[in-house]
């Protein structure tokens, strides 16, 4: 009869267990959520390294989750990642205002995401190409300076693939991977008007916030955009935004007057502004 008792009851009991466990593993996180709020209002109005630490300690789930995003997506240790994010959380609890009625965790993404951008940019510097690419393009570049001389124009990407014996899609991929390695800057100025100037980072959309954490995102998809121009335009915008040569100069490198480099910068803009509207929209912006 005992035995018959256990059997029937061992369920109802192992149910109740479950039950009383997960009330309390939401009543702990609750408490959790609870002590995170009055902390960071205790922070906020007497800073202390103390409280700080322990806000730390609290929302390393934040860093973890977006350490092991990013380690998918790159070749860097997820625990150097890790590391990092802990920069930009300590960031986003030490400019937190509780009064003004946002969560935390949304506040304090962009911030660790952010420095995770800022190290990935950093380390991409150290980067290298295959040496076959390396090489062949800077011959690419020596054969499109000869090109330009003889033909009295920029040279199109089949002629130099055709100098260099590679087919123009081996040559392009070469070009584009090399290319990806230059820095931008999105302060750069890109034209000069009469009563204004417009630089590079004008020309992406206008973000829904104003966290500069963002810019490394942009700053890959202005890279990209730029890309996709048009030869004559994308040589004009690189040589007046990237190497910051005046019309006048840029005119002589790709051999028209500086009156034609203001309308390919003006083209440029327009066409990098259409591409990078979609993917603004894409991300919410």
């Not at 609890?93 to 949304?106: K, L, T, V």
Request: aromatic share 8%; charged share 25%; glycine share 4%.
């Amino acid at each position: 009869m005992t035995a018959l008792i256990t059997i029937y009851a061992t369920p109802f009991l192992q149910k109740k267990e479950l039950q009383q466990r997960n009330f309390y593993m939401a009543a702990s996180e609750s408490s959790v959520r609870i002590d995170g709020i009055e902390l960071l209002h205790l922070y906020h109005q007497n800073p202390s390294i103390k409280l700080r630490n322990q806000l730390v300690q609290l929302h390393t789930g934040l860093v973890r989750k977006m350490a092991h995003k990013f380690s998918h997506q790159c070749n860097e240790p997820y625990e150097d990642l890790e590391q990092i994010g802990y920069f930009g959380l300590i960031r986003a609890i030490e400019r937190f205002d509780p009064s003004q009625g946002y969560a935390f965790s949304s506040f304090a993404v962009p911030y660790i995401r952010g420095e995770m951008l800022h190290f990935l940019r950093d380390r991409s510097t150290l980067l290298k190409i295959p040496r076959r690419w390396q090489e062949l393009y800077n011959e690419g570049q020596k054969v499109r300076k000869e090109l330009s001389i003889a033909l009295g124009r920029p040279p199109k990407d089949s002629e130099i693939a055709k100098q260099l014996h590679v087919s123009v899609q081996e040559w392009q991929e070469t070009k584009l991977a090399a290319q990806n390695r230059m820095p931008l800057s999105l302060d750069a100025t890109a034209v000069h008007y009469v009563d204004c100037q417009i630089t590079l980072g004008e020309a992406l959309p206008c973000p829904r916030s104003s966290a500069l954490q963002q810019q490394e995102e942009e700053r890959q998809q202005l890279q990209g955009a730029i890309s996709l121009l048009e030869e004559k335009p994308r040589m004009a915008v690189e040589l007046v935004f990237l190497k910051e040569l005046s019309r006048k100069d840029a005119a002589k490198n790709i051999g028209t007057s500086p009156m034609t480099v203001t309308r390919y910068l003006q083209k440029g803009i327009q066409d990098l502004i259409s591409y990078l509207q979609p993917q603004a929209v894409a991300n919410g912006s």
